[in-house]
Structure formats: structure tokens, C-alpha cells
């Protein structure tokens, strides 16, 4: 289990006076959190605050394992936690794992564990306090002093001038470990493309079994295999132990890897409505990749025409028709089930103009909403030392303001809004 002090170690306890390493990183793309609207009290069943994928390089793309998934490694969940219980485990889950064991004689052992992990800021599994992590463990059990170079698949570590002693090698690199909510740093850590069983073959639909030891493939170098040597001169090493022999975990998504990006909606006085919407695919390529909007139950569906990974489209809705107060994002890659996202459709706010006057300490904002029809929605203007105001006829004057902001905000009561600097004039 990750302890308080670990989590927020990028390197564990390292006790030799020096090391050096080559290291690779071959995550590509993290997936969004479900569900995209709030489902009021309690939680929704899917509902976790973990994103739903990671995918890597090779376009392997893996959700996060959690119970009933078979051969999924976990933390119990805490039957005296609320949001343990209903996540369905504790302190930790995986989107993916792998690990070695080397047995180097008179009890000695070497220990790998690869992971893209999903964890919480303390031990306690508290909505709220989700984050994830790229790990690269390493803990050697040393058969004598000296100085040991390991190689894995996702790199090589020299450590130097080591005693000899249990786990007198104990090296965790957790990469990705930030503010609670923000994925993606787990990208920049050392892990991928992610390892995959090769001999047995794993479960359809599945990286590993979590349970049976086999060989793998996957390493960017082709070194897939946990390799630990000792220098015996300047440039020679002796082999101390090796395995190609890992136990994998990992479930693969079958869904189309995409988030939205835009869900937008504007309304002429008449009341006509234009939905607008966008999306992002990412990379490697995949043929066949279709991805639609449905705006409302009466209006069907529009595709979002493709350009690379980016797809962009808009509809009229039927005339008369209220905007929708959300969007369904529907992705299908050749001819899989449709994977859908939901995203709240707001307006576009649009900040004209915001300026400071030195001569009467006056602050003017002029915004608007690209919703037109009446009744317009409020917009509220804030901004740092001033009180929350209304913008009454696209304008909102402030007098009295002997301090300007530096910038800025105009929000929508349809859930739109803008930011800009504000200008000083005399």
C-alpha cells in the first residue's frame, strides 16, 4: 500500500552515495473523468473522480480496474468510508501494473514494479483528493557492497556504492503526483508503452491477468526483461540475476478514446438556436474514428467533420426549440458500441471592453452573451477588490474603484463566461 510519506517522494529512500540513469516516457494521452455532469446527491454509479483511460504510443488504451474486473489489483475498500465502498476499493487501483521478482540465492531478492496507479493526497479515499502517478519501482536485496546497474524496459539506473544488506536498494520514482485533480502529469513519468503479455497470451480484452507469470513486450528499447548487475571495473559488470518473466495487469477500453472540447450554443432574438460543438481524438491514427453530437431528444444527431485528430461541427435546432441544458458526445470507432459523453451547453460571453479611468476612478465593462432571446441570461461582472455586479444592458459601471483589477470576469447565469485584462486609461 503507498504510505504518506512515500506519495509524496519522487525518489524513495536511496541509500548510496550516488546514481545515474537513462529513462523513457511513452504515455501519450489521458482520458476525462465520468460522468462530465453533476448527478446531485451522493454519487452516480460510474462515478469514481478518476479519469475513465490512459492511453500510450502503441494506442493501447486502458481503463482504471476496479472490482468486479477479474485478476484486478487493489486496495480493499474501507467498509467505514462512504466513497470507499462506493468506488468499490481503498487507498489505491490501477489502470495498468507489471512487476518482477529475481530470486538471487541465500534468500536475496530483486523486486520491480511498474504501474500507472490511481491514489488519493492522504490515505483516505476523500472525493476530491484524487491524483495519479507513473511509478518505477526498484528494491534490491544487495548480496555484497559495490556498485549495481539495473536495466528494465523502461530505462537503466547505476547505483552507486552500496552496502550490502536487505533492500540496501529501495528507489521509487512516482512521477505525476500534483495538485489533487489534475491527471495528467502521470504523461511525463517513465512508463511505456505499456508491457503486454506475450507467452501465455492474456484474456481478451485484457494487458495481463494480474495473476500468471509470462513474457512480455513493449519496451521502447526492445529490454524487456529486469536485468541487475554489479561493477567489477571501470567498464565491466557481472550478471547478478535477470528474468524476462513478469505478471501484467491491465484492461483494455473499448471505447472511443476522445474528449470534448466545446459545447456551445447562440440565439437570435427570433429564437433560433445554433449548437456548436467540438471534439479531440488522439494519436496513433485510428481508421474509422466517428464521432457525433445529440443536442436534444428532437433533433437527432450531427457528425463532427474531421480534421486530424480535431473534429468541429454546428446544427440549427428545430425552430422554437430551447437550447438543451446539455450535449451527448457520442464516439464510435469502426463499428464498436457508442461511448458517450455528456457536457453542459452554454453560452458564449464576449467581453468588449474593460478599462480603468484614472480621472474618475470608474471601471467600464461591456460584455455580452450570444444568447439574444428574450429573457437574456444575467451576466455578473467580478473582479478582485470590487463587488460581484450586473452588467444591465450589455454595460456594468463601477465607480468608486481607487485600485483597478488586473483583470477581469463577466459570467453567465447559462454557464458561459470571459476573462481579459483590464486598461488603464486617464
Not at 473522480?49 to 468486479?68: H, K, S
Request: charged share 15%; aromatic share 10%; proline share 8%.
Amino acid at each position: 500500500m503507498l504510505t504518506k510519506k512515500c506519495k509524496y517522494m519522487v525518489l524513495g529512500a536511496l541509500l548510496f552515495v550516488g546514481f545515474s540513469q537513462i529513462a523513457f516516457a511513452e504515455l501519450a494521452a489521458v482520458g476525462p473523468v465520468l460522468p462530465d455532469t453533476d448527478p446531485g446527491p451522493g454519487w452516480s454509479a460510474d462515478y469514481n473522480g478518476f479519469p475513465r483511460w490512459y492511453r500510450d504510443t502503441l494506442g493501447q488504451t486502458v481503463e482504471l480496474t476496479v472490482p468486479p474486473d477479474p485478476g484486478t489489483p487493489f486496495d480493499p475498500p474501507d467498509p467505514a468510508n462512504d466513497f470507499s465502498v462506493h468506488t468499490g476499493f481503498g487507498a489505491e487501483a490501477f489502470w495498468w501494473d507489471a512487476g518482477a521478482t529475481i530470486d538471487l540465492g541465500n534468500a536475496n531478492q530483486a523486486l520491480l514494479v511498474l504501474a500507472v496507479e490511481a491514489a488519493y493526497n492522504t490515505e483516505d479515499a476523500i472525493d476530491g483528493d484524487q491524483l495519479s502517478f507513473a511509478r518505477v519501482r526498484i528494491r534490491i536485496d544487495t548480496p555484497v557492497a559495490g556498485t549495481y546497474r539495473v536495466t528494465h524496459p523502461y530505462g537503466q539506473k547505476t547505483f552507486s556504492n552500496v552496502a550490502a544488506g536487505i533492500k540496501e536498494i529501495n528507489d521509487t520514482s512516482d512521477i505525476g503526483i500534483g495538485a489533487p485533480g489534475d491527471f495528467s502529469g502521470a504523461l511525463l513519468g517513465q512508463v511505456g508503452p505499456l508491457l503486454k503479455m506475450v507467452n501465455p497470451a492474456p484474456p481478451a480484452g485484457f494487458l495481463g491477468d494480474a495473476a500468471t507469470e509470462a513474457t512480455v513486450t513493449g519496451s521502447p528499447t526492445g529490454d524487456n526483461f529486469f536485468r541487475v548487475e554489479r561493477q567489477t571495473g571501470p567498464n565491466t559488470f557481472v550478471l547478478v540475476g535477470e528474468t524476462d518473466q513478469f505478471v501484467v495487469s491491465g484492461k483494455l477500453f473499448t471505447g472511443t478514446a476522445f474528449t470534448p472540447t466545446l459545447a456551445t450554443y447562440a440565439q437570435d432574438a427570433a429564437g433560433a438556436t445554433t449548437v456548436t460543438a467540438s471534439a479531440r481524438s488522439f494519436p496513433p491514427a485510428v481508421l474509422g474514428e466517428i464521432i457525433t453530437v445529440r443536442a436534444n431528444a428532437g433533433s437527432g444527431v450531427f457528425s463532427l467533420p474531421a480534421s486530424g485528430f480535431f473534429f468541429f461541427g454546428s446544427q440549427v435546432l428545430t425552430p422554437g426549440a430551447e437550447p438543451p441544458a446539455t450535449v451527448s458526445f457520442i464516439g464510435r470507432t469502426n463499428g464498436t458500441s457508442a461511448f458517450t459523453l455528456t457536457r453542459p451547453l452554454i453560452d458564449v460571453v464576449t467581453i468588449r471592453r474593460a478599462e480603468w479611468s484614472a480621472a474618475t476612478q470608474t471601471l467600464t465593462v461591456i460584455a455580452s452573451s450570444s444568447d439574444r432571446f428574450a429573457p437574456r441570461p444575467q451576466l455578473t461582472l467580478r473582479g478582485t477588490g470590487i463587488a460581484p455586479t450586473l452588467v444591465v444592458g450589455r454595460t456594468a459601471t463601477v465607480t468608486g474603484v481607487t485600485v483597478p483589477p488586473g483583470r477581469v470576469s463577466v459570467r453567465s447565469s447559462a454557464g458561459g463566461r470571459d476573462s481579459e485584462p483590464v486598461a488603464i486609461v486617464p
